[in-house]
């Protein structure tokens, strides 16, 4: 018999298989849950060099390697970087805050030191690099929370592009995709692993198929009723409360509409991306 | 004392240090290698389950769950999307291919159901999305690898946005980010850990400071030519061949410039994918 983490999303959702498909791994992987507040302790070398080395061995397109990670530690970097990240507190009191970027700053010097002309500006090249930093930091989590550290992505990186720049020394060629708070969780910050979309909504089978959309949306209403997750944490719209179920869909349509009534904090749809890391030395167009 | 994986990058870069900060998990991702001969046997059910509960527990920007994974078995369909992959014979020979979305359609519904009106029509929401994709992919990827199947990740379904989105039933709004071979690898398809740019080039700490680059390029260049690489794999460009040495320099520096200049295959810059996600309902100008 394995030992089972409890909290996994193969327990929450009721699947049963052979212990033979149930590793530490698979456990650990089911059982993530990000972590919001933290305890000052240090994280130990020995612990970011094993989480590093990790994110450093994800996969990478064509091995171009087109991302680069800063370690921030200096506690007014990381003050000033939770007011860029719409001033989330966890940002400030973590004590690793690690900033995974889009890097194409590097390929450009390597295509200068072979006498070649860089051609790739391109959307391609920002997907690209984009990803590559978010593989690196997909290990990182895994890596850290293997360790007994907690984590927490912070695309809110993105609200203030140009800032996180400036803060962090980024040359033209470098975009903060994510940041990644890293410590040691304090007792009790955890509410069990958060319920997704039933397998069926998102996982399709030879071709794409949601046609029992309707049917999986009001289950996963239901489910997340059920469990709180929004008491206290409805965006606000300005309009008139309307009497309706506030569950997943409503919460998430408040999200991906009428950026202008929302809250500054929880609505930016970052609108001018483009722009912005257009001037960060990306093309985009 | 922890079994050691014999090919971590942790061994190949020397690092050590107490065995408190390295277990199973450590070993598996720092011994990651992509697969690209694959057995013909089937992957099981049980296993197929954990690897996408383990994918669909990555996190998720704001919840909001912006992917789409397209699972592939049929023989006919892999053929094609090989062909759409500039024709790499191993997304065909693997017994499974996973297709991993960006998907905006599932949320835009889910707007007009809560007759709300969907305004993310953005790069962000463009690049969460992605990102979400690529999040689920990594943790596949990491499942996978804990339950002994390989993998290999297919960017180069880029390559044909409308032709993958048509091969597989992509509504408008739905995006095939990378594809991912998944099966039992054949005897003798390893060579071992790719070695990667040196710590130094891709992690900063603080601040960006890239000041060593050029140190860290010529001894990246330097492990990467001794383990012969590049050895029948050079990008040709049509050039007179110089008599430098080729590298990882010289070999990235050939893939991200003059297109027109490169096999079709390993060239693709993709210089318009913009309009092609345009094309699948996605705003990104």
Redesign the interface.
């Known amino acids: 018999m394995t030992t089972r983490t409890p909290l996994s ?2 327990d929450i ?1 009721g ?1 049963v ?2 212990d ?7 456990n ?5 849950e ?1 972590i919001r507040r933290y305890r000052p302790d240090p994280v ?1 070398e ?2 970011l ?2 989480i ?3 994110a ?10 087109a ?8 506690a007014g ?1 990381r003050e000033r970087l939770a007011e860029f990240a719409g001033g989330q507190r966890y940002v400030a009191d973590t004590p690793v805050f690690l900033v995974f ?1 889009a ?1 194409i ?3 450009q ?3 200068r ?2 006498d ?5 500006r ?4 920002f ?2 690099a ?2 590559d930093a ?2 690196a ?3 990182a ?3 850290a929370e ?2 007994g550290l907690g984590t927490c ?1 912070i ?1 809110s990186l ?1 609200n203030d592009p140009a800032g996180v720049a400036a803060e ?4 033209q060629g ?1 975009f903060a ?2 940041g990644l708070c890293l410590g040691y969780e304090q007792p009790d910050s955890r509410r069990g ?2 319920p ?2 039933p ?1 069926a ?10 046609s029992d ?2 049917r999986n ?1 009001q289950d996963y209403d239901r489910t997340m009723t059920a469990r709180g997750t929004y008491e206290g944490r409805r965006v606000e719209t300005g309009d008139v409360e309307r009497s ?1 179920e506030y569950g ?3 919460h ?8 202008q009534t929302l809250l500054a904090r929880s609505a930016s ?3 001018d ?2 722009e912005q ?1 257009e001037e960060l030395g990306f093309t ?2």
């Open positions: 999303r193969l959702e699947v298989f052979d033979e498909f149930r590793n530490s791994t698979i650990l992987l089911t059982a993530h990000s130990p020995a612990a060099t094993a590093l080395t990790a450093r061995s994800a996969p990478t397109s064509s091995n171009l390697q991302y680069s990670i800063v370690v921030v530690t200096d970097r970027c890097d700053a590097r390929l010097k390597v295509s030191r072979q070649r002309e860089f051609a790739a391109t959307l391609e090249m997907l690209l984009s990803l978010g593989l930091m997909q290990n989590i895994v890596a293997s360790l992505c695309g993105r962090l020394g980024l040359p470098v995709v994510s692993v958060k997704r979309l397998a909504a998102t996982v399709h089978r030879e071709q794409y198929d949601d959309l309707e949306l309706e997943w869909c409503e998430t349509a408040r999200r991906t509409s009428r950026p749809l970052r609108a991306l483009v890391v985009i167009r």
